[in-house]
């Protein structure tokens, strides 16, 4: 399974962004099976939990700090997952990850080590 993470880039505060994340090397029916979440690291700080969405994209649970201003969506026939940013700050200035959470748990996880697969990182930088 490989995960490949787009769409960041630089940004003024206040500003939007949209990620999406492409999964390959399985069936839209593997991949409908897998919850996806979203995390991000900034420089010198440990890889920190944004939000995870559920298999079949409902009820999406997402941290405090980005609660009301980011939303997570997906589309299993396209094997594709996607982290909308809206009212940016700079804060969350960040490389961005999504994940595969492969467990059959019906808790979010909300910790890296919970996620199985990962996609490579794509910078969003948020100027002030």
């Known amino acids: 399974v490989q995960l490949q993470a787009s769409g960041g880039g630089l940004v003024q505060a206040g500003g939007s962004l949209r990620l999406s994340c492409a999964a390959s090397?399985?069936?839209?029916?593997?991949?409908?099976?897998?919850?996806m979440g979203w995390f991000r690291q900034a420089p010198g700080e440990e890889r920190e939990f944004v939000g995870i969405?559920?298999?079949?994209?409902?009820?999406?649970f997402y941290a405090d700090s980005v609660k009301g201003r980011f939303t997570i969506s997906r589309d299993n026939t396209k094997k594709m997952v996607y982290l909308q940013m809206n009212s940016l700050r700079p804060e969350d200035t960040a490389v961005y990850y999504c994940?595969?959470?492969?467990?059959?748990?019906?808790?979010?996880?909300?910790?890296?080590?919970?996620?199985?697969?990962w996609g490579q990182g794509t910078l969003v930088t948020v100027s002030s």
């Open positions: 969405i559920t298999r079949s994209g409902g009820s999406p």
């Open positions: 994940a595969a959470d492969t467990s059959r748990s019906v808790l979010y996880h909300t910790s890296p080590r919970e996620y199985d697969y």
């Open positions: 090397g399985l069936t839209s029916t593997e991949f409908s099976n897998y919850r």
